[in-house]
């Protein structure tokens, strides 16, 4: 299911929403520049488990150790991992955003990375594939709007067989579904022993959990 647009206007303009689509775009157009070097580069500022757990066991943890966690939330693996995320993120967040305030949204969207990461990291402590993308941090974004908006209107496009339907869902509806597949696959991803298809589905789950929790902490009192 894509979601292409709710029915819940905000009140304010998404500044930090429309900045965080924007250096995503513009950092993925780094990666690009890189060539053949991408996937060194990757490596580099991706966030590997392996190695951060390596860091946590030698006891030597620093700005190198901490960087990815950050970093790896504005690289993606291509064009349809990047332009999935910021399709989810600018038809969700800006509400979100307006709820919490400008720089509450920033630093809400910061920890759900970093809680997402962490889950994943926990999951898989051994994984040497590096994680990248934003999916983490708007999962968290999801988390949040599905709690404070659950009866707000998702126009979605559905495919069926080989034909698509455009569909009016409930935001309960649609991101209860979208959770209940990352739940599913998440499972898979532990009977295999690894990363299901490259997809870091725990971060996912991570990430929701971590913003429907901060909402009390974050929302603008009324």
């Known amino acids: 299911m894509i979601p292409l647009r709710d029915k819940n206007p905000s009140r304010t303009i998404p500044f930090v929403n429309y900045s965080l689509i924007t250096a995503n775009v513009l950092v993925f157009f780094f990666e690009m520049s890189h060539g053949r070097g991408m996937s060194k580069f990757i490596f580099h500022y991706g966030l590997v488990p392996a190695n951060f757990i390596a860091s946590l066991n030698s006891l030597h943890i620093g700005i190198k150790t901490v960087i990815p966690f950050f970093t790896s939330m504005f690289l993606h693996g291509g064009w349809m991992h990047l332009g999935g995320n910021m399709l989810f993120l600018f ?13 509450k949204y920033l630093v809400f969207y910061l920890i759900a990375g970093l809680a997402a990461a962490s889950m994943q990291i926990y999951m898989f402590p051994g994984s040497d594939i590096p994680m990248v993308g934003a999916s983490g941090a708007i999962a968290g974004v999801l988390g949040a709007y599905v709690f404070m908006f659950p009866s707000a209107r998702v126009t979605t496009l559905v495919p069926i067989f080989f034909f698509f339907q455009i569909i009016e869902l409930p935001a309960f509806i649609f991101l209860g579904i979208w959770f209940v597949m990352q739940i599913l696959s998440g499972m898979f991803s532990l009977g295999i022993g690894g990363d ?24 603008k009192r009324r």
């Open 91 to 103: 038809v969700f967040g800006d509400n979100v955003e307006d709820q919490f305030g400008h720089l």
């Open 196 to 219: 299901a298809g490259g997809v870091a589905w725990w971060a996912h789950i991570g990430g929701f959990a971590a913003g429907a929790i901060l909402i009390p902490f974050l929302r």
